[in-house]
């Protein structure tokens, strides 16, 4: 099973994303995660990616599908993968169509999940991570320690309210459009409710897929 996940930032689609990476035991594939396995590998792909960061360019789309090729096609991937972050774009969008024929493999959905933005404003707004090990915390203040490792929570620069408002803007003018593209395509698109805990998402997700 191959599933794209889309969703503004906040959305909750990479926790989702894990939840059913474990219920289906199949990967999920980051393409932040996908880039620096490659860049620590030297392959071909991840020296190009790592020239065009080292410039500060972004890492061109043609790099970013020939890396999630080489993941897709990988033994760890045979039976399926989520894609979390892969698809921000419609030239992305048509590149990982691209890639999925020439590797004679469906993509089975595309999980949208949707939530108000000043509901996300107020979430992310809220939330403090690890600074180090990155763990996300909600409720919980700057300077408090990390249950996980005794690391101390902060606040990104990027939640506070008019980042997140600026982060929002851009979800919608660059990603937005992918919706409209699997639409008129007649991608597997399917809408989730993000509103709610993480198991009343995570039930509504799953209903979406038929599980």
């Excluded at 774009?89 to 020439?102: D, H, I, K, Y």
Aim: aromatic content about 2%; overall charge neutral; charged content about 25%.
């Amino acid at each position: 099973m191959i599933l794209v996940l889309l969703g503004p930032p906040g959305a909750g689609k990479g926790t989702q994303g894990e939840k059913l990476a474990e219920q289906l035991g199949i990967p999920k594939v980051a393409t932040g995660d996908v880039l620096r396995a490659a860049v620590r590998e030297q392959t071909p792909l991840g020296l190009a990616a790592k020239a065009a960061m080292d410039r500060g360019d972004l890492v061109p789309d043609d790099v970013i599908l020939g890396i999630m090729k080489e993941a897709l096609d990988s033994p760890a991937a045979a039976r399926g993968a989520i894609l979390d972050g892969v698809v921000r774009t419609v030239p992305q969008a048509e590149g990982l169509s691209r890639v999925l024929g020439e590797l004679g493999r469906p993509l089975d959905a595309v999980l949208l999940f949707e939530i108000q933005d000043e509901e996300l404003v107020g979430r992310l707004s809220g939330r403090t991570v690890c600074e180090k090990c990155q763990t996300p915390y909600a409720g919980l203040e700057p300077g408090t320690t990390c249950a996980k490792c005794g690391g101390t929570l902060v606040r990104r620069k990027d939640d506070e309210p008019e980042a997140v408002r600026n982060r929002l803007k851009n979800y919608h003018a660059q990603t937005a459009p992918v919706i409209g593209w699997y639409e008129r395509t007649g991608g597997p698109l399917r809408r989730v409710d993000a509103l709610g805990s993480m198991e009343d998402v995570l039930a509504r997700a799953r209903k979406a897929l038929g599980l």
